[in-house]
């Protein structure tokens, strides 16, 4: 069974917008993750967000954790056409090494 | 460069025939991992190893098999019992414990005729 979903499920944005992409899950987590898939390749790890964290910053990334609401949230600022690709949330359930992941966010950022 | 190395990239199989996925990694990563990827669904765990000569099922186990037999390696092979084995096979290890980024290969695409 999925543990996060991700809203919404794909998303249109012309270039210079922000996009936010929300994540939800059900039981307690240890860390969630986010990462990025650029269609029909690997997944590249994003960001790490702790459980006992409430806000983390990576360049153009800005991540957000809510343990009582159990939600996340990844906003990209400014965003460029190579931002274009699939995005995923993944949660760390603390039950010997399993990562749990979303059914991800598709974003396409028009030029 | 040091990376995940999956293959083959695309694999066609018959049906009835057992497929082998292969994985390496020379990341020196203890932990390595099995996950299917379909349309709309997201990934699903198949299989995951934390040392050499263990490993654990994950969700969807069913129909595979994996050995672990040395630390840089973590094949997965793709039996004839798996009911619907078409799907795209990504492979992943991490190094910081079972909490760290997961560094993925770039994927097998299995498609069964």
């Known amino acids: 069974s999925q543990q996060g979903e991700e809203d919404p499920q794909a998303l249109s944005i012309q270039e210079g917008e922000n996009a936010t992409m929300n994540c939800s899950y059900k039981t307690s987590i240890n860390n969630l993750q986010w990462y990025r898939q650029n269609s029909g390749r690997g997944l590249v790890h994003l960001i790490l967000i702790r459980s006992n964290e409430r806000e983390k910053h990576s360049g153009r990334l800005r991540v957000t954790l809510d343990t009582s609401k159990k939600s996340s949230s990844l906003l990209i600022t400014a965003s460029r056409a190579a931002d274009t690709a699939s995005y995923f949330c993944a949660t760390d359930l603390n039950q010997g090494g399993k990562l749990i992941f979303g059914q991800g966010t598709e974003l396409s950022v028009k030029p | 460069d040091g990376g995940i190395t999956q293959s083959p990239k695309y694999l066609f199989r018959k049906e009835g025939q057992n497929v082998t996925l292969s994985c390496e990694q020379n990341?020196?990563?203890?932990?390595m991992y099995w996950y299917r990827q379909d349309p709309g669904q997201g990934l699903r765990l198949i299989y995951y190893?934390?040392?050499?000569?263990?490993?654990q099922k994950g969700d969807i186990a069913e129909g595979y098999s994996v050995s672990r037999e040395k630390k840089e390696s973590f094949p997965l092979t793709v039996t004839s019992a798996q009911k619907n084995p078409t799907a795209f096979y990504l492979c992943?290890?991490?190094?910081?414990?079972?909490?760290?980024?997961?560094?993925f290969g770039e994927g097998s695409r299995l498609t069964v005729l």
């Open positions: 990341l020196n990563h203890d932990a």
């Open positions: 190893s934390q040392i050499v000569n263990d490993f």
């Open positions: 992943a290890s991490t190094a910081t414990g079972p909490t760290g980024e997961l560094f």
